[in-house]
């Protein structure tokens, strides 16, 4: 017997099992709840995925952030702040 058909007959009885339905019972809002937070998160899951792989290929075209960066060729100016510290101020002391 080949392997296809054994895969086909396979599937079909799973087919089969699922298919059929169970006996008929009330779901608990917890599963309810439980289901739908499963259900989003694969659909944030599968967006995120989605927006990495079309953005992916735009992030390498990006200009290299080597070194700085000048407009128009200008070389930037140095400018030199002189700063006075402060000093404490203390009372005069007296002689022993």
Do not use: W
């Not at 059929?20 to 995925?49: D, F």
């Not at 990006?62 to 702040?81: C, D, F």
Request: proline share 9%; glycine share 6%.
């Amino acid at each position: 017997m080949s392997f296809r058909v054994l895969a086909l007959a396979l599937a079909v009885v799973l087919l089969v099992t699922f298919a059929t339905p169970a006996k008929a019972e009330a779901i608990e809002p917890l599963t309810i709840l439980a289901i739908a937070g499963a259900a989003l998160l694969v659909v944030v899951l599968v967006i995120y995925l989605i927006v990495a792989n079309v953005e992916g290929p735009k992030m390498s075209q990006a200009p290299s952030l080597e070194g700085p960066v000048l407009l128009g060729g200008q070389e930037p100016e140095i400018v030199v702040v002189a700063v006075e510290v402060p000093r404490a101020i203390t009372a005069p002391r007296e002689g022993p």
